[in-house]
Nanobody
Framework: QVQLVESGGGLVQAGGSLRLSCAAS????????VGWFRQAPGKEREFVAG???????YYAEFVKGRFTVSRDNAKNTVYLQMNSLKREDTALYLC??????????????????WGQGTQVTVSS
C-alpha cells in the first residue's frame, strides 16, 4: 500500500513559480510510476505530467516547457516544478501512483493510488 501526500500549493501571481511535492510512504517511490493531474472547478481531471520508474518524463502539451517533474529517491518524493504560471493553471493538483503496471498513462483509471491534492491559485 502506498500513501501520497501533496504539498507546496498556494497563491501566486501570473508569471510566478511554485514547486509541488508528492511525498510517498509505504513503498519506495522508485518502484512505480508517479503522475500529476489537476482538476479545476467544473472541469474534468486532466493529466499534467508523469515520471516512470526509469525517470522518463511525460508532459501534457499545455505545460511543456513550463513544468518539470522529477524524483528524489532518497526523500521518497516526486516534485512538480511549475514556472511561468498562468491563470488557467489554477486547479487542485493531485499526484497518483501506478503500481501494478509502472508506466505513465494519461488515463485516470489506470492509476492505483491518489493523494488528496494541493490547491494552486494563480492571480493576474
Amino acid at each position: 500500500q502506498v500513501q501520497l501526500v501533496e504539498s507546496g500549493g498556494g497563491l501566486v501571481q501570473a508569471g510566478g513559480s511554485l514547486r509541488l511535492s508528492c511525498a510517498a510512504s509505504g513503498r519506495t517511490v522508485s518502484s512505480y510510476a508517479v503522475g500529476w493531474f489537476r482538476q479545476a472547478p467544473g472541469k474534468e481531471r486532466e493529466f499534467v505530467a508523469g515520471i516512470s520508474v526509469s525517470r522518463i518524463t511525460y508532459y501534457a502539451e499545455f505545460v511543456k516547457g513550463r513544468f518539470t517533474v522529477s524524483r528524489d529517491n532518497a526523500k521518497n518524493t516526486v516534485y512538480l516544478q511549475m514556472n511561468s504560471l498562468k491563470r488557467e493553471d489554477t486547479a487542485l493538483y493531485l499526484c497518483a501512483a501506478r503500481i501494478r503496471v509502472p508506466v505513465v498513462s494519461s488515463e485516470m483509471s489506470n492509476w492505483d493510488q491518489w493523494g488528496q491534492g494541493t490547491q494552486v491559485t494563480v492571480s493576474s
